[in-house]
């Protein structure tokens, strides 16, 4: 519990079961009993059951209630859970109870974590459908770009909370971000102050930053044995390791399987006929930038420049997870392979720019395209579709990445760095098989030390050779291979961005 709380808890018989809560916080006005899961609301000293709420859905977070830690020298204590759905995914916000009093909330959006307090505005909030996506507005003085907006519901919620939304009802909620990494988030569900949205303000957070105890035992997740099916297309057992996931594949038919409703909704699946096989399995772990990660998803995609259906190229996106850090997308094009994160921040961005800047650093731009999605296997924690579109833009400075994906409701920004491919091949295990993991970041034959003028000139017709007969008796289909464009117009051959369906963090 947060130290120095100046109001004294109050505590009460649940109007339900009559088990004993305990309220810690002078600002709730609503709790969900523990035992019988009943929707309490207090009015003064009085307790009134207002229904029943639907059961957590297990998202093997670390955090859980009363675990306590410290944000920017502020004392707090974890008191409640939000947890929200929206089309592509879930998230969740933690209530939590400030040493002097006030609330504030701690956002996890899959392995992205969030700290904000509630403000007040100097100006009337617009409604939602007033700010559009991408473009920039001043709140309180600060400038922010319109990061998402979407149409958003309770799903369920535990412990203590100042404010409780109608469960399942839906309510629009816009995100905005700084080019210094603040977000703003606006809340259209209860209002407040004269029918206002609510406002809270804060920024990207690590878990190891805030000190945090009381965290869950890692070596123990009730995961009662993982979620289990039959595949509604074969019928072939499915098991879903990540609670969080949206969407999966069954390993026996390779069908699509959107988890979207839960398991215990209809399941709805596409068939993919066409199976790609990844360089890196599925489930292997590997050692990248100091962290573990394990390889838990895999899409291949599919890019073309505005105005140029005919020229195609392809790449494939390993989904990465990190039970502190949350996601990280290994990219593998024909210009090498690259390691990236969707960003909390807003970069500077102007349309028809060339050129970005993110954390003072100036990205040039290097390539502006349509991206769609053709083939995934594994699991992911949005809703992943074959024939998924993006409009893309890649950006770069040196070996430094930035790539910007706008989907209808949403800007995700990722960033990165390049890898050469022996990296990853050895952070994996394979280096047997690092041959395989050669791109475009070899060194240059001008620079090979101890290489006659004889070997080059041989090897550079047997390089025309290969192209010659790749030529004459292959075509490279972009569906299924990471294919450059045949014209050389781009420079890119893939995306420097992991397309995520959700850009992390949200309010």
């Given amino acids: 519990m947060a130290e120095d709380t100046p109001q004294r808890a109050y505590r009460a018989a649940c109007p339900g079961c009559g088990a004993p809560l305990e309220f810690l916080s002078a600002q709730s006005t609503h709790a969900v009993c523990p035992y019988c899961q009943s929707t309490v609301v207090r009015s003064g000293e009085t307790l009134a059951r207002i229904g029943k709420m639907a059961e957590l859905f297990n998202d093997f977070s670390p955090l859980q209630l009363q675990a306590a830690g410290t944000f920017e020298g502020q004392r707090f204590t974890v008191l409640g859970r939000l947890q929200y759905q929206y089309p592509q995914g879930t998230w969740t916000e933690w209530h939590a109870l400030l040493a002097g009093g006030a609330s504030a909330y701690l956002s996890e959006d899959n ?89 809270s303000q804060g920024r990207s957070v690590r878990l190891d930053e805030l000190q945090l105890t009381g965290l869950k035992d890692e070596s123990v997740r009730d995961d009662k044995g993982g979620r289990q099916f039959n595949c509604p297309h074969c019928g072939a057992p499915v098991t879903v390791t990540l609670a969080a996931s949206q969407s999966i594949t069954c390993g026996a038919c390779r069908s699509l399987i959107d ?30 930038q100091g962290a573990s990660w394990q390889v838990v998803g895999f899409q291949h995609r599919m890019g073309h420049e505005p105005g140029d259906e005919d020229e195609s190229f392809g790449w494939d996106e390993y989904l990465l997870y990190n039970r502190k850090l949350g996601f990280s997308f290994l990219v593998d094009s024909t210009d090498g392979w690259s390691l990236v994160k969707p960003v909390t921040g807003a970069p500077g961005y102007k349309p028809g720019a ?111 050779l290969v192209l010659f007969l790749v030529s004459r008796c292959s075509r490279c289909d972009p569906r299924y291979e990471n294919c450059g464009t045949s014209s050389g117009a781009r420079s890119s051959g893939g995306s420097f961005g992991g397309f995520s369906g959700s850009s992390g963090g949200h309010k």
């Fill in 111 to 199: 392995g992205a974590y969030v700290f904000t307090l509630p403000v007040a505005s100097s100006r009337d909030i617009p409604p939602a459908s007033a700010f559009r996506l991408g473009a920039s507005t001043a709140i309180n003085g600060k400038t922010y770009a319109v990061a998402s907006s979407e149409t958003v519901s309770l799903l369920s919620a535990q412990g203590e909370l100042p404010h409780l939304p109608a469960l399942g009802q839906p309510f629009a909620m816009v995100e905005l971000r700084s080019a210094d990494g603040e977000v703003l988030g606006i809340d259209y569900g209860p209002t407040l102050r004269g029918g206002q949205p609510a406002l």
């Fill in 354 to 464: 060339s050129s970005a800047t993110y954390l003072s650093t100036t990205y040039q731009l290097l390539s502006s395209y349509q991206a769609e999605t053709s083939y995934v296997a594994g699991e992911f924690y949005w809703k992943v579709e074959r024939g998924q579109k993006t409009s893309n833009r890649d950006f770069a400075s040196g070996k430094s990445l930035l790539s910007q994906e706008q989907s209808k409701n949403e800007i995700t920004w990722s960033s990165g760095s390049q890898l050469a491919g022996d990296v990853v091949a050895k952070a994996f295990k394979l280096e047997g098989d690092k041959a395989l993991f050669k791109r475009t970041d070899a060194s240059p034959v001008s620079s090979a030390s101890g290489m006659g003028m004889t070997t080059i000139v041989i090897g550079i017709l047997l390089i025309l």
């Fill in 259 to 288: 988890l979207s409703q839960g398991l215990g909704a209809a399941l709805t699946s596409a068939l993919q006929d066409e199976p790609v096989s990844p360089l890196i399995a599925l489930g292997r772990i590997g050692q990248l």
